[in-house]
Nanobody, 124 residues
Framework: VQLQASGGGLVQAGGSLRLSCAAS????????KGWFRQAPGKEREFVAAIRWSGGSTYYADSVKGRFTISRDKAKNSVALQMSSLKPEDTAVYFCAATVSIPREFGSQSAYDYWGQGTLVTVSS
């Protein structure tokens, strides 16, 4: 199973960017997919997650109202629409998937599969 994240790049503060993550390889049923990010010199942190079946979404407080996670069940892909970007959003963004019910959607240990990451740089 592979998760391929794409869509990263350089954007000015206040701008928007859309990340995508497609799953390939052995077919599996996700319970949820999520996005995490790791800024330079910092630990990886939760950004957003979405239940695959019902579509419920979960966000870190730092991105609520600015980021939107969505899914395309037919394509087995998840997207992260980022708006009103700030320099502090600069990080490598990782997509992840879990096949079981997580105790906490924001916990990295709950996720079974991880993508390679895509770099988002927000200039001031």
């Amino acid at each position: 199973v592979q998760l391929q994240a794409s869509g990263g790049g350089l954007v000015q503060a206040g701008g928007s960017l859309r990340l995508s993550c497609a799953a390939s390889g052995r077919t599996f049923s996700s319970y949820a997919k999520g996005w995490f990010r790791q800024a330079p010199g910092k630990e990886r942190e939760f950004v957003a997650a979405i239940r695959w079946s019902g579509g419920s979404t979960y966000y870190a407080d730092s991105v609520k109202g600015r980021f939107t996670i969505s899914r395309d069940k037919a394509k087995n892909s998840v997207a992260l629409q980022m708006s009103s970007l700030k320099p502090e959003d600069t990080a490598v963004y990782f997509c992840a998937a879990t096949v079981s019910i997580p105790r906490e959607f924001g916990s990295q240990s709950a996720y079974d599969y991880w993508g390679q990451g895509t770099l988002v740089t927000v200039s001031s």
